[in-house]
């Protein structure tokens, strides 16, 4: 199966931002799919923490040629970059971890309200930290909020 | 502490986790390419949850059969491949801002599959959730900054 590089994606459209939309919603997308297998993974009776670790590896390697590629390229980028993606990929399975703790307490309807308002995080640290790199504008605030509270209506009403 | 208590203490800490991530990786990836930063990130995530699960349920890989060990392996694909290589290619063409709410989106495609394959009726607090969301994202594309 063709994957997609950002290189290619950049040459069919010359539009980044819309492109970058376009790549949020595939992610999302791809992020819904697998929450459906994982789902029926763990309703299977396979542990939360087995699926998320050998998920996890097969990632990895399926990563492996592109990534160490990039690695290559990369060799002489600041170290406190390489920090910056390890402490995102450390935060993301501590996160992920938590929720399934989380979820061993209390039902879903009461802990994904709760998770779900992590956009509005992100969008708060990058308003107070990202400053340089980004604007965060009002209209994005009220955008983010209708997500966040339209998203926990449907995890709510589906739990 | 209650059970219910200790599970939203719990579920703020991961929405805080959850909300770190792409921050760092914006930050990160202002000096590595996308494929660099998907690794980088994906190896210390497997690192962090390997501190739990081997020794916890190191039998329990050896247990699994083969057809749960194919959709493990499309899950991988599913969610790292091909769902962190599009959300870190989406910060960084984007930003945190724009990307965090469109790609919190999963939820409602997964609902959305669930209708049109699974064949399942929405009630309307799911419906309301639907049009609720679908109003912030076409604000958030709106933005011309």
Redesign the interface.
Known sequence: MAIPTLRKLRQGTGRPVLLGMVIAVAAAMSYGSSQVIARQLVTESVAPLVVSFLSMAFGVGFFAVQGTQGFRKDRGAPRRAFAFMALAGAAGSAASATTVIALSYAPVATVSPVVGASPLISVLLAHRFLQRLERVTPRLWIGVAMVVAGITLITASNA | MS??V???L?????????????????????????????????????????L???P??IR??FA?SML??L?????????????????Y??V????????????????????L??IVFLGETP?A??L????????????????R?
């Not at chain 2, 499309?74 to 969610?79: D, E, P, S, V, W």
């Not at chain 2, 960084?92 to 609902?111: C, D, H, K, N, Q």
């Not at chain 2, 049009?131 to 709106?142: D, F, N, Q």
């Open positions: 059970d219910m200790l599970a939203i719990l579920g703020i800490a991961a929405a805080i986790a959850f909300g770190f991530v792409p921050v760092f990786a914006r930050l990160g990836l202002v000096h590595l390419r996308t494929n660099t930063g998907v690794l980088t990130s994906m190896l210390a995530g497997l690192f962090v949850v390997g739990f699960a081997v916890l349920h329990d890989m699994i749960t060990l959709w493990v392996a499309i899950l991988g694909f599913a969610n790292y491949r091909l769902g962190r290589f599009f959300n290619t989406s960084r063409l984007i930003g945190v801002a724009r990307a965090s709410p469109l790609l919190a989106t999963a939820p409602l495609w997964a609902t599959a669930a009630n607090a799911t309301l959730g639907v049009v609720t969301v679908v109003g912030g994202v076409a604000l958030i594309v709106s933005e900054s």
